[in-house]
């Protein structure tokens, strides 16, 4: 689950409460150790997928970053799909930014 939610910026509160879930369903690990385990299986979890994950968080951040300037200027994010349909964002805030 976490592996699945990574490239998508789970948070590492988010993937420590889906690796606990899972431990507490399997029932392995007793109730005093789970909290432990659960925090070492998060970061072995965090640190394996950005190790192999490089370039797609790059990219994430990137786009995160294009979309954080455009949103400030109060812009639609747009583009064109690879199959050639348009695409827009319109989220905006109201009020005025100066850039």
């Not at 109730?31 to 394996?48: G, K, P």
């Not at 968080?57 to 348009?86: H, Y």
């Given at each position: 689950?976490?592996?699945?939610?990574?490239?998508?910026?789970?948070?590492?509160?988010?993937?420590?409460?889906?690796?606990?879930?899972?431990?507490?369903?399997?029932?392995?690990?007793?109730?005093?150790?789970?909290?432990?385990?659960?925090?070492y299986l998060t970061r072995?979890?965090?640190?394996?997928?950005?190790?192999?994950?490089t370039s797609a968080r790059?990219?994430?951040?990137?786009?995160?970053?294009?979309?954080?300037?455009?949103?400030?200027?109060?812009?639609?994010?747009?583009?064109?799909?690879?199959?050639?349909?348009?695409?827009?964002?319109?989220?905006?805030?109201?009020?005025?930014?100066?850039?």
């Amino acid at each position: 689950q976490t592996v699945m939610t990574f490239v998508y910026g789970v948070t590492i509160s988010g993937a420590r409460r889906q690796i606990r879930s899972q431990l507490e369903q399997l029932q392995i690990i007793p109730q005093s150790e789970l909290q432990a385990v659960s925090d070492y299986l998060t970061r072995l979890t965090i640190a394996t997928m950005e190790n192999m994950f490089t370039s797609a968080r790059e990219i994430m951040k990137w786009l995160s970053d294009c979309a954080r300037t455009v949103g400030r200027i109060s812009q639609p994010i747009a583009w064109n799909s690879p199959l050639g349909f348009p695409v827009e964002q319109p989220y905006r805030r109201p009020g005025k930014f100066a850039i």
